[in-house]
């Protein structure tokens, strides 16, 4: 055991998990309060439009969503789970239960679980257009229903680019060159038609220039976006989620496509942005032909026909509660530290781990270290280097990381060819590539499972412990 490796342990205890740290992390969560509900309003927003976007155009059912943020409920422990380290219990809510406490907290009503997407559809939008919408989910092959021909099936690896993936990637950096060249390297591995992609990198690049570059009463952020260009005319404007707050002929916002090309967009309705078919911009059947009346119905206690939809209303409700969730941030990250654990570094099974994880690392590092000796390769290039093995580890074990299944989806061969394309991209040598991961990679396997089973397998322990103990 390394001096180095010891100090990192004690270093993250006494900064996550000591008694005291947890405590001054919740200080912390109170100062930064403000700055965080600026980020989840900003992030949550967006990326949630664009959920219910894939809902539309890809008939994609509730429940097959992977949220930026994933709904849970707290509670305090039992005496017995509290000396078991559970300091608080975090109980995931699935789409069903949500939607369920959703319409409790705003509407008072009670109402069926939103089960799939044909319940989605008839709970916000107007009749007139639930043929058309249904129609999209007729697309994919459903037993029993779809006609020999006339549907297609999702491949494990494609459904959860679609229902994350692709978004993670853009989240890192909102770099639209950036993100087009991520994107690019799944088209060209074969693992989602190019058309998709198209579809989705357009849909979000206009989503972001909505967002940011217009104001769309109830979707925008005050001090975030910006009002239309043009001067909005006494008597023209409409009002609610789906209407720009700007002139009769709409608000402007220019935008760069997949295929390299500039339009300027002329936008009336929030609802083209979300789902419609937009020429030159959206694939053909990736889109849906939009009517002049608004696709959102309001919500079931307005008492106008144009007015806010119930989408807006569970966007807020859940911001709402993440921002809540915050100040449990610091409670959180010190869980399952049992009283001694808190107050005493080696005798915390999660320091432990931690140090485990390090010297994984570091024993990964040092291969690279001796392997990349002789090259010629600066310091900066090395660490490039390091990284890549990382994610070689991580991205195939993260048990709760958004945006991350589409890895555990693929063989080792689909990843190792994404993974490849993916950093030679970034500058490094496909041949150095190919020579670390030959010869880390009989390790990383058994590797990936053990790390991913060290925390989970805490939490059922101590879990199991305590309910002997009641």
């Known amino acids: 055991m ?5 100090y990192q342990k004690k270093k993250y205890w006494s900064k996550v998990l000591k008694e005291t740290a947890i405590w001054a992390n919740y200080q ?6 403000s700055i965080f509900g600026e980020w989840a309003w900003s992030e949550s927003m967006f990326f949630i439009w664009m959920d219910i976007s894939g809902l539309f155009i890809f008939g994609m059912e509730p429940y097959e969503l992977e949220p930026l943020d994933p709904e849970y409920r707290t509670e305090l422990p039992t005496l017995e789970e509290f000396l078991q380290g559970i300091k608080l219990k975090l109980i995931p809510l699935d789409v069903h239960n949500a939607y369920l406490q959703f319409y409790w907290d705003y509407f008072q009503l009670r109402v069926p679980p939103l089960l799939d997407y044909v319940t989605f559809v008839l709970a916000t939008c107007y009749p007139e257009y639930a043929d058309l919408l249904l129609g999209q989910r007729k697309r994919k092959l459903i037993v029993g229903e779809s006609v020999y021909g006339t549907s297609y099936v999702d491949p494990p690896v494609i459904r ?21 060249k991520l994107f690019r390297i799944a088209v060209d591995k074969k693992m989602i038609a190019e058309h998709i992609a198209e579809s989705i990198y357009n849909r979000l690049v206009m989503h972001f220039q909505t967002l940011f570059d217009s104001f769309i009463l109830d979707y925008n952020l005050l001090n975030y976006s910006k009002l239309c260009s043009r001067e909005l005319r006494a008597g023209e404007a409409y009002y609610g989620t789906s209407h720009l707050a700007s002139s009769s002929r709409g608000a402007v916002t220019t935008i760069t496509t997949w295929r390299g090309e500039t339009f300027t967009m002329e936008i009336k309705k929030f609802d083209e942005v979300n789902m419609g078919l937009i020429l030159n911009v959206t694939p053909l059947n990736l889109g849906i032909l939009m009517d002049r009346r608004q696709v959102y119905k309001p919500t079931p206690k307005s008492y106008l026909d144009i007015g806010t939809s119930m989408t807006s209303y569970f966007i807020d409700w859940k911001v709402r509660r993440m921002i809540s969730r915050y100040r449990a941030t610091g409670i959180g990250f010190g869980n399952y ?12 099974e999660r320091a432990d781990h931690y140090h ?7 024993h990964f590092d040092n291969i690279i270290e001796n392997m990349l000796a002789n090259k010629g390769i600066d310091i900066y290039k090395k660490n490039m280097y390091k990284r890549a093995i990382a994610m070689l580890i991580g991205h195939k074990k993260k048990r709760h990381k958004w945006g991350y299944s589409a890895y555990k989806s693929m063989t080792e061969e689909e990843f190792k060819e994404w993974w490849i394309s993916y950093w030679q991209k970034q500058g490094l040598d496909i041949n150095i590539l190919n ?14 499972s053990k790390l991913e089973d060290l925390g989970r397998k805490l939490a059922e322990r101590r879990k199991r412990l305590a309910r002997v103990l009641a």
């Not at 989240?171 to 060159?177: I, L, N, P, S």
């Not at 530290?337 to 915390?348: D, G």
Request: aromatic content about 16%.
């Open 160 to 180: 959860d680019f679609m229902r994350a993936t692709l978004y993670e990637l853009a989240k890192r950096r909102m770099d639209f060159e950036r993100i087009r």
């Open 337 to 348: 530290q049992r009283p001694e654990e808190a107050f005493y570094f080696h005798k915390s």
């Open 356 to 362: 485990q994880l390090r010297d994984f690392y570091r």
């Open 2 to 6: 390394s001096t180095e490796v010891v």
């Open 435 to 448: 020579e670390l991961y030959n010869s880390v990679i009989k390790w990383v396997k058994p590797l990936r």
């Open 28 to 33: 912390r969560a109170i100062d930064t309060e």
